[in-house]
Nanobody
């Protein structure tokens, strides 16, 4: 399973670091992604990392502001979010799947999902 944490309320321009801890399965052949969703909209790809090789992928909207990383010893994936904007407000989810590069932005490509964590960017 996947357990996400680290959400909260932050002012515009601030930072938050989300964590996603995996348990019960071997991450070696998985790609781990972060998605976000606001009410009434589709779940949106944010970033992903291939566990074995460390390749990272980002949505254009967060490139240069967000950084995805992994800690093998802790089976944990992080999403460092800097220069946050009000439009980053959403519920953030982590997900895992044996995903190929061409489908990393598709929520349907991932078959393991954690519960979301709310991120609110507001003054």
């Amino acid at each position: 399973q996947l357990q996400a944490s680290g959400g909260g309320l932050v002012q515009p321009g601030g930072s938050l670091k989300l964590s996603c801890t995996a348990s019960g399965f071997d991450l070696e052949n998985f790609l781990i992604g972060w998605f976000r969703q606001v009410p009434g909209k589709e779940r949106e790809f944010v970033a992903a990392v291939r566990w074995s090789a460390g390749n990272t992928y980002y949505a254009d909207s967060v490139k240069g502001r967000f950084t995805i990383s992994r800690d093998s010893a802790k089976n944990t994936i992080y999403l460092q979010m800097n220069s946050l904007k009000p439009e980053d407000t959403a519920v953030y989810y982590c997900a895992a799947g044996q995903v190929i590069v061409t489908t990393i932005r598709w929520p349907s490509a991932y078959h393991k999902w954690g519960r979301g964590t709310q991120v609110t960017v507001s003054s």
